[in-house]
């Protein structure tokens, strides 16, 4: 049996401060933390190819089309 896989969630990186691995105005996939998420952070898969948390404030979530959604999941 395999598991349904989960919506994706995307975000625009508005504020890059002392993060060498994040670009602002770039769309990063967003990974699903409740414990992250209850202290005001993200977990994020940044430049490094990695997850890690960062600020909520340094993101704006976005919804994306499906085509942008496919595009994104291939480049990755």
Request: proline share 0%; no cysteine.
């Given at each position: 049996m395999t598991q349904e896989q989960t919506e994706q969630t995307f975000a625009l990186c508005v504020e890059n401060k002392d993060c060498d691995d994040l670009e602002k105005?770039?769309?990063?996939q967003v990974l699903p933390d409740d414990a992250a998420?209850?202290?005001?952070y993200l977990r994020?898969?940044?430049?490094?190819?990695?997850d890690y948390l960062y600020p909520e404030s340094?993101?704006?979530?976005?919804?994306l089309p499906r085509k942008a959604k496919d595009a994104m999941s291939v480049a990755s």
């Open positions: 105005r770039k769309i990063y998420a209850k202290d005001g994020v898969i940044d430049e490094s190819g990695e340094y993101f704006i979530m976005v919804r």
